[in-house]
């Protein structure tokens, strides 16, 4: 059974950093997209972050841009999105998701993904 299972959440203050990692089981991830979105209480699920299969293609959405950087390592099968200069209104619940595209750019959207982790909680917070 493929699944994308991500780690790396937590509690971190103002200012600070967590490095998040999506990692697969049972897919090979070197042919797919990864989208990271998260969700706060009470709000829809948003585009953060996405990532083309070879890696040479990425976007970020306006809130995050300059501070958080999407990476990944198709040998060790891992996405990861490092979060730097963290703020109280990143606190959310990330979740990634990955959708079977190669050579294409990647689409930061909910719709266009169609296997999803369980999501991470990430609380950043003095």
């Known amino acids: 059974q493929s699944q994308l299972v991500e780690s790396g959440g937590g509690l971190v203050q103002p200012g600070g950093s967590l490095r998040l990692s999506c990692a697969a089981s049972g897919l090979s991830l070197d042919y797919y997209a990864i989208g990271w979105f998260r969700q706060a209480p009470g709000l829809e699920r948003e585009e953060v972050s996405c990532?083309?299969?070879?890696?040479?293609?990425?976007k970020y959405a306006d809130s995050v841009k300059g501070r958080f950087t999407v990476s990944r390592d198709n040998t060790k099968k891992v996405v990861y999105l490092q979060m730097n200069s963290l703020k109280a209104e990143d606190t959310a619940v990330y979740y990634c998701?990955?959708?079977?595209?190669?050579?294409?750019?990647?689409?930061?959207?909910?719709?266009?993904?169609?296997?999803w982790g369980q999501g991470t909680q990430v609380t950043v917070s003095s």
């Open positions: 990532i083309s299969s070879s890696g040479a293609s990425t």
């Open positions: 998701a990955g959708r079977r595209a190669v050579g294409v750019q990647p689409v930061c959207a909910r719709y266009w993904y169609d296997n």
